[in-house]
């Protein structure tokens, strides 16, 4: 292996650290405790998990967490009803919606009526567009967590040819947006794209977004190249037990690549560290209180 690993665990343990510090000076300066909301709308298996484990590292770094369990069939006049009330709370400093929503709701009306400014996950049209026209925005968790430790393995990535395979609008659209913020020159790729090996090939930063276990082999990645494998996919390991994998092919990407990100403990625990750093940007920005450095972009 010739790949140095970057280990997404380490470093969602020291930004949440960050966090707690300026969770605690807040409170200490201010009088003032982050506050993050999140609703759960049905008994999702997985979704329970991620709300659960939201929920327990909010209250881990000091902050205000408030659950809120909705039946699978509640309607529309209610959620919205639900997200008004946390937009009114001064309390509430985040706000998200965990997704996917029951299919009888309608997801972009849903996450279009959370306050911009308390839109944690960033996914407000509002907030889309801040970051498109690059300005001041709340950030997507996951590509945040990325260009973090992009920018902490790298410094400059100015220049770099970045390759973004998938093109969701939770993952590959604002990852690409970044990228472009930090200068590089950035293809998007997707399931229509030709030749995609011949793409990938050229990066010095290849983003994987496309939830399909280990597509991207080794000789797919440029030598020394940054490898940032977003996907998380379940497979059989035999004997009747599952685990986890990532969009690219690991032992033999590391074989060729500068630096990777393992699945799991890559970008998976960023996301959540993310969280919670854009509540303590959300917070500060609600207080007309100078934003901690290191939290966003
Ligand atoms: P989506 O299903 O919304 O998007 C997948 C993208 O991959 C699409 O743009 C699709 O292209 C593209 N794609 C599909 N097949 C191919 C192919 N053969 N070649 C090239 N591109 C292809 O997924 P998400 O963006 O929501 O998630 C992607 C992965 O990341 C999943 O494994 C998910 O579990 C994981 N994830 C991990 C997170 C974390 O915290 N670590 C957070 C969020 C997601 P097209 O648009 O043309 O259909």
Same mark, same amino acid.
């Given at each position: ?39 759960? #709308? ?18 881990? #770094? ?45 997801? $972009? ?8 400014? @308390? ?75 030709? $030749? ?13 977004? #496309? ?18 494998? #977003? ?9 009747? @037990? ?56």
């Amino acid at each position: 292996m010739t790949a140095s690993i970057i280990d997404g665990k380490a470093f969602a343990a020291e930004l949440r650290g960050k966090v707690a510090g300026h969770v605690a000076r807040l409170a200490a300066d201010h009088g003032v405790v982050p506050g993050l909301a999140v609703v759960l #709308v049905g008994e999702d298996p997985a979704s329970q998990v991620y709300v659960g484990s939201k929920g327990k590292m909010t209250v881990e #770094v000091g902050m205000r967490s408030f659950t809120h369990r909705l039946a699978a069939d509640t309607d529309e006049a209610r959620l919205l009803g639900l997200i008004q009330t946390l937009n009114n709370d001064p309390e509430v400093h985040g706000i998200l919606v965990q997704l996917p929503l029951p299919a009888h709701l309608d997801s $972009d009306l849903v996450i279009n009526a959370i306050d911009p400014a @308390k839109d944690v996950d960033g996914f407000h049209i509002s907030n889309v567009g801040l970051l498109a026209t690059g300005q001041k925005a709340m950030v997507p968790c996951t590509p945040l967590g990325c260009l973090l430790m992009l920018r902490a393995h790298h410094g400059s990535l100015s220049g770099m040819e970045a390759v973004v395979i998938g093109r969701s609008n939770i993952v590959g659209k604002p990852m690409a947006q970044l990228l472009l913020g930090e200068s590089c020159t950035v293809t998007m790729a997707h399931s229509r794209t030709r $030749d995609l090996a011949a793409v990938v090939r050229r990066a010095d930063i290849v983003v994987a977004a #496309v939830g399909r276990a280990r597509m991207v082999p080794g000789d797919w990645i440029k030598p020394g190249a940054t490898v940032i494998d #977003v996907g998380i996919n379940r497979v059989d390991a035999g004997e009747g @037990k599952t685990r986890l994998v990532g969009d690219v092919d690991f032992d033999s990407a590391a074989a060729v690549a500068g630096a990777i990100t393992p699945v799991p403990g890559g970008v998976g625990p960023m996301t959540i560290a993310c969280l919670l750093a854009n509540t303590v940007t959300a917070c500060c920005r609600a207080h007309g209180l100078p934003e901690p450095e290191g939290l966003t972009v």
